[in-house]
């Protein structure tokens, strides 16, 4: 589920709208983030940096009316470490 509200480069003239939240994947047992650093680590499920991390591995389970593994999904977010 993700929730989310629009953002807009402007002053409000009344209050924000509510949030809206939109189903991104049914049927799913577990979604997990994990996050690898920019220098020597190992995988974290935490990230508090202001830089952002090396790779972002999500890892996706289904439930039982979805057979099958999925793999995980690496992401780069940047190419090079600041």
């Known amino acids: 589920m993700l929730s989310w509200t629009p953002h807009l480069h402007a002053v409000r003239t009344r209050p924000a709208p509510a949030p809206i939240n939109t189903v991104l994947l049914p049927q799913v047992t577990t979604f997990d983030l994990s996050y690898w650093p920019a220098q020597n680590g190992a995988w974290t499920s935490v990230w508090h940096d202001a ?7 999500i890892h996706i389970v289904p439930d039982n009316t979805r057979p099958g593994d999925w793999p995980d999904l690496l992401v780069a977010p940047m190419l090079d470490p600041l």
């Open 51 to 57: 830089n952002p991390p090396r790779l972002v591995r």
